[in-house]
């Protein structure tokens, strides 16, 4: 996304060069053009799609566009039977040519693409987006961009398009109690509720007594990351509090965080972290700069975000679930982990069991809520399409059995 806007940025500045000339339509079109090759040659995009044309006033500029994309060693193709998917509105170019901007063998990948998009005659909504998203991939769009499209030409709708305000995350205890203790007298956080606590502006945990769904010893395939940038403070305060400590606190130089875990009354692992920058977090920290700090009672330490980790068998599944159908942003890839943003300062960490703190589980101790806009309109859309993750009331089932909450 970042380089997109930066090309579209050069594509404006060009726009205002050739307005120096006459006429401005035409060599707008050239400088356009431009773009689209160097935004492939330098493999911003897989495949660049110039707006359509039709067949006169491509052919006034077809020579240019050649010398456009020799200079830039790119190849084209002209495409007069664009394939027809809810990316685009097919009057766009109907009875009109798109000229493809492509490199190696991207001309086979889309020719492969159309045959199926055309092939298939059914009315099977989750096929033609699943065509559709291949498309967008093609054209190196990211997840949200090709969300961005759906919702805007198709009946498509995920979770995140409703504005999710806020992530609680719902943990299970044998001794409340001393689980509530803990968080408001030794970790200080700020109560909302009997026994729920506010970690950032926008999230919370909230604690429940041991039920049917969640017994004794289950488990907890979860952890908690608390974000600060006091981690010796924090580290210094938890060991005089003689709190159990899983892994020290042992700093590294140049890596992409660091941090400690402690381990509360119930046996969830806490995670006291601090993201630095790396090229695997610059998203997540243009995020997290932004994000207020919120106090607690203990010695003027503070949090500013959270990440509730879940620990996945297939971790690619999970990706694919929490983009397209619940319409998360991807801010940090740490390979063998996915952060995803979910509310302003809330995040869902996906981890591969093999690697994380916790094991995989078919039960689970924990369950996540998020609050939104426009509960109406999205329990009217869930009751219609989210049928496969047992949609109801509110509430469903994810991929490897986490469950969810919205309200």
């Known amino acids: 996304m970042r380089n997109f806007r930066n090309y579209l940025t ?33 493999d911003a995009k897989p495949m660049a799609l110039h707006y359509p044309m039709d067949a006169a006033a491509l052919g006034k500029w077809w020579t240019e566009f050649e010398q456009v994309a020799k200079r830039f060693k790119v190849k084209l193709y002209k495409e007069t039977n664009f394939p027809i998917t809810p990316l685009f509105k097919p009057g766009l170019t109907q009875g009109k040519t798109v ?30 987006l699943a065509l ?18 759906l919702i805007e030409k198709s009946d498509y709708k995920n979770l995140a398009s409703f504005n999710v305000k806020q992530q609680i995350t719902h943990l299970y205890y044998e001794d409340l109690n001393k689980a509530i203790e803990f968080y408001e007298k030794t970790l200080g956080f700020a109560k909302s509720g009997s026994s729920r606590f506010q970690i950032s502006e926008d999230t919370f ?10 017994p004794k010893d289950q488990a907890k395939s979860t952890a908690i990351a608390f974000l600060t940038d006091q981690l010796p403070e ?12 899983k892994y020290t606190y042992k ?22 972290e601090q993201f630095k920058q790396h090229p695997e977090n610059e998203l997540f920290m243009a995020n997290l700069a932004v994000a207020p700090r919120k106090k607690t009672s203990v010695k003027n330490l503070n949090f500013y975000a959270s990440i509730t980790w ?37 995040f869902i960490g996906l981890v591969d069991e093999r690697r994380g703190m916790e094991d ?19 329990d009217t859309y869930a009751r219609k399409f989210w049928q496969d993750y047992q949609y109801q009331q509110k509430s469903f089932v994810g991929p490897e059995k986490y469950k969810y909450r919205v309200k």
């Open 10 to 42: 050069l594509l404006l500045l060009l726009w205002g060069l050739a307005a120096c000339q006459k006429p401005v339509e035409d060599r707008s079109i050239v400088a356009a053009f431009d773009v689209y090759c160097e935004m492939v040659a330098n």
């Open 251 to 272: 700093p590294r130089k140049g890596g992409p965080h660091d941090g400690f875990v402690a381990i509360d009354p119930g046996g969830y692992l806490l995670e006291f």
């Open 205 to 214: 945990i909230e604690l429940h007594p041991l039920n049917e769904a969640h």
């Open 132 to 149: 559709a998203r291949r498309f967008g991939r093609l054209l190196g769009y990211s997840p949200q961009g090709i969300n961005a499209l």
């Open 360 to 378: 995989y589980a078919d039960t689970k101790a924990v369950e996540i809520e998020w609050h939104i806009d426009n509960n109406g309109n999205f």
């Open 99 to 128: 000229v493809l901007i492509y490199q190696g063998q991207r001309l086979k990948q889309y020719q492969q693409l159309k045959a199926d998009i055309q092939a298939y005659k059914g009315n099977d909504s989750q096929k033609k």
């Open 310 to 346: 879940t620990y996945h068998k297939d971790v690619l599944k999970m990706q694919n679930f929490y983009e397209q159908i619940l319409g998360y942003t991807l801010v940090a890839d740490q390979g063998w982990t996915k952060i995803y943003q979910t509310s302003p300062t809330g």
């Open 234 to 245: 924090w580290y210094a305060y938890v060991q005089e509090k003689k709190v159990p400590i």
